[in-house]
């Protein structure tokens, strides 16, 4: 198949706001999941899978996370003599500049002006999918549509500025409402735009002199009906992360060996930062059930249908069940632990007793100590 001439643009900051807890001290891309990866990873790698080999991520605010696990690109293949990944960070500290997607891309016009590639794809971090961008990219390009809309249909996801599209027969949006009106089902864009660099361009040069900040609202809703705007519908697997609990239950979703199959396709790996450590050790009390288990880990206590990260260690008698336990987290003996979402670092002291429930998990921060 064809390789499109893309240059890849990624927000890793869009909708922080939505997983408040998780991302008060990282953006929403270098949120971690799954046991190994982070957010960024998905759309990082399917943009390499689509051989796209320039990347820029537009930073905003909590990027350090970010930048130690991107490092140089090297685990994508993207650390390069030419191209490759370009860290673009904001110009202002001033988070009231950045009301929208447009103050963003205003900020790195010089850096589109001196790119060569022809298409651009734009996509934000918070939907965990193995998506195809080669096939989207086509479909853009076939279509000779202005902006190419990737989107699903299902339950929307309860985010404010979410776009929710109606299409037509031959997939053009006809009509753009933003926000999530109802709970029933419709057809929701994910956060994922291809478009040309010159229409691009110009949008963003005339949309700051309007003073228009918001790229959905004040350009696609705006200029429907003067825009040719189709839209992609997703057929691959998506996972959207908008509160604490689709967060919990998207990690927990990884235990489900055909959704496993659907987001971690052999034809498109999913790329991460290494870590080297030791296998897995299991102690002589250590009962494990259906659960995923990173390298580095040691457990002697029960555990059931949970995520466990690089480097936990699960003391003796100690009992998880339904949990999410991220990197370097520390369980006491005799801890007790039901549907808890463990930040980084974070200290379980001997005979902790936590229950939340599957609707409300509870969330303990990076470096607590309970």
């Avoid at 599957?358 to 607590?368: L, M, T």
Wanted: charge should be neutral; glycine fraction near 6%; aromatic fraction near 8%.
């Amino acid at each position: 198949m064809r390789n499109y001439n893309a240059l890849g643009l990624i927000f890793p900051n869009m909708y922080d706001e939505a997983v408040r807890d998780c991302t008060a001290i990282r953006s929403m891309g270098s949120l971690p999941f799954g046991g190994r990866y982070r957010l960024i990873d998905f759309v990082l790698s399917n943009m390499v899978n689509a051989g796209i080999t320039k990347v820029g991520v537009i930073t905003k605010s909590n990027y350090q996370s970010l930048m130690d696990h991107l490092g140089s690109g090297k685990a994508w293949d993207l650390s390069r003599k030419h191209e490759g990944l370009y860290f673009l960070p904001p110009r202002s500290s001033d988070d009231a500049k950045y009301q929208g997607r447009i103050s963003s891309l205003a900020d790195v016009v010089a850096f589109l002006k001196r790119s060569k590639e022809e298409l651009v794809i734009l996509s934000d971090c918070h939907m965990v999918s193995s998506m195809d961008y080669r096939a989207m990219l086509k479909a853009h390009v076939e279509s000779g549509a202005d902006v190419t809309v990737a989107c699903r249909r299902g339950v929307v996801p309860a985010l404010a500025d979410i776009p929710v599209l109606t299409l037509d027969a031959a997939s053009r949006v006809t009509d753009m409402l933003i926000g999530r009106i109802s709970e029933d089902e419709a057809v929701y864009g994910v956060g994922t735009y291809v478009m040309r660099k010159d229409w691009l361009l110009r949008t963003v040069t005339e949309a700051v002199a309007r003073n228009l900040l918001h790229f959905e609202r004040d350009i696609l809703q705006r200029h429907l009906n003067e825009m040719h705007i189709c839209g992609y519908e997703v057929p691959s697997l998506v996972m959207p992360i908008y509160s604490l609990e689709s967060y919990f239950n998207a990690n927990l979703a990884l235990l489900d060996a055909d959704i496993r199959a659907q987001l971690f396709p052999k034809s498109r790996p999913v790329y991460t930062k290494l870590r080297d450590c030791d296998p897995v050790q299991y102690g002589l009390h250590a009962q494990v059930t259906n659960s995923l288990v990173a390298d580095g880990a040691h457990i002697d206590g029960i555990v059931t249908n949970c995520i466990v990260f690089r480097g936990v260690n699960i003391s003796r008698d100690a009992v998880l069940e339904n949990c999410v336990v991220m990197q370097d987290v520390t369980v006491g003996d005799h801890c007790k632990l039901g549907c808890i979402v463990a930040d980084k670092n974070a200290v379980f002291r001997s005979g902790s007793r936590l229950q939340g429930s599957e609707s409300y998990p509870v969330y303990i921060a990076k470096n607590a100590i309970v």
